[in-house]
């Protein structure tokens, strides 16, 4: 079992930054691809990012691409997604989300195990 939580969301002004955690607990492994998600209020849970590890590189949304930037911290069993440029349309939960080492198109959240909580990101314009 493997428990994660997200910390760092807040409410910052467009074209601010902030920058999410998800900490890992339990049965951590350096194997597991994580993953970020967000969803807004009526609309569907879409992916941001992920680190993946099956393919050894980091894939992002064209919506946030050359925005995002995630990072992990193996010492930490932490994985950090850096957001900035942040536009109002950016507002939303963000979720992390970890699966196992998998040539799987990680960009479905059907194939995460875990998931966090969830904290919540809102920009003004």
């Known amino acids: 079992q493997v428990h994660l939580e997200e910390s760092g969301g807040g409410l910052v002004q467009a074209g601010g930054s902030l920058r999410l955690s998800c900490a890992a607990s339990?049965?951590?492994?350096?194997?597991?691809?994580i993953g970020w998600f967000r969803q807004a209020p009526g609309k569907e849970r879409e992916f941001v990012a992920v680190?993946?590890?099956?393919?050894?590189?980091?894939y992002y949304a064209d919506s946030v691409k050359d925005r995002f930037t995630i990072s992990r911290d193996n010492a930490k069993s932490t994985v950090h997604l850096q957001m900035n440029s942040l536009k109002p349309e950016d507002t939303a939960v963000y979720y992390c989300?970890?699966?196992?080492?998998?040539?799987?198109?990680?960009?479905?959240?059907?194939?995460?195990?875990?998931w966090g909580q969830g904290t919540q990101v809102t920009v003004s314009s």
């Open positions: 680190d993946d590890r099956t393919r050894s590189t980091a």
């Open positions: 989300a970890a699966a196992p080492k998998t040539l799987r198109n990680l960009a479905l959240a059907r194939w995460y195990d875990y």
């Open positions: 339990g049965r951590t492994s350096s194997r597991y691809s």
